[in-house]
């Protein structure tokens, strides 16, 4: 037997007991036909695709999966040469530290200053835009990944997110 407790908005908690085996993991996105896609912490090869799933989440990752990512094609030459930005959504919580890293290499978005700032609060409901700058090779399986602080939030390719036909090569 397995016990999941889960915690209502009013601060009651609800156990769930179950005979199914619990496979911890994070939810890495969420796609645009609402398909949650979720990497275990650990392999179980007697997990199978198409099995019935009963997801518990945590409240980072619930925020997680709210957040999108979409790759605009715009080219500016302030504050450096860029053809490509990412679009950072945020949903009805704010994000604290927001940071966005392609293939591991921060990217920068300007503040209402006009200084240049490789992290910024996302508000709530709002959006940021990060540059990629020309220096960056950007390919379909370029890595982007979105972090509130140190802690990863989201992770995808380029080439997985909706808004990839804009990119020529």
Same mark, same amino acid.
């Given at each position: 037997?397995?016990? !999941?407790?889960?915690?209502? =908005?009013?601060?009651?908690?609800?156990?769930?007991?179950?005979? @199914?085996?619990?496979?911890?993991?994070?939810? *890495?996105?969420?796609?645009?036909?609402?398909?949650?896609?979720? /990497? #275990?912490?650990?392999?179980?090869?007697? !997990?199978?695709?198409?099995? *019935?799933?009963?997801?518990?989440?945590?409240?980072?990752?619930?925020?997680?999966?709210? /957040?999108?990512? *979409?790759?605009?094609? $715009?080219?500016?030459?302030? #504050?450096? *040469?860029?053809?490509?930005? !990412?679009?950072?959504?945020?949903?009805?919580?704010?994000? $604290?530290?927001?940071?966005?890293?392609?293939?591991?290499?921060?990217?920068?978005?300007?503040?209402?200053?006009?200084?240049?700032?490789? $992290?910024? #609060?996302? =508000?709530?409901?709002?959006?940021?835009?990060?540059?990629? #700058?020309? +220096?960056?090779?950007?390919?379909?399986?370029?890595?982007? $990944?979105?972090?509130?602080?140190? @802690?990863?939030?989201?992770?995808?390719?380029?080439?997985?997110?909706? +808004?990839?036909?804009?990119?020529? +090569?």
């Amino acid at each position: 037997m397995t016990e !999941v407790v889960e915690t209502e =908005p009013d601060g009651t908690k609800k156990v769930i007991v179950t005979d @199914a085996k619990v496979i911890r993991g994070t939810v *890495e996105r969420v796609t645009g036909a609402g398909n949650v896609v979720v /990497y #275990p912490t650990i392999h179980d090869p007697d !997990v199978k695709k198409g099995e *019935e799933a009963l997801i518990v989440t945590d409240k980072a990752t619930v925020q997680g999966a709210t /957040y999108t990512l *979409e790759l605009l094609q $715009e080219h500016v030459a302030v #504050p450096y *040469e860029s053809d490509y930005a !990412v679009i950072v959504r945020g949903p009805s919580a704010p994000m $604290e530290t927001c940071r966005v890293y392609v293939d591991g290499t921060p990217l920068s978005t300007v503040d209402s200053t006009g200084a240049t700032r490789t $992290e910024l #609060p996302l =508000p709530v409901d709002g959006w940021l835009t990060f540059r990629v #700058p020309d +220096s960056l090779r950007l390919t379909r399986g370029s890595w982007i $990944e979105l972090r509130d602080g140190d @802690a990863v939030v989201l992770r995808e390719t380029v080439g997985s997110l909706p +808004s990839a036909a804009v990119l020529t +090569s």
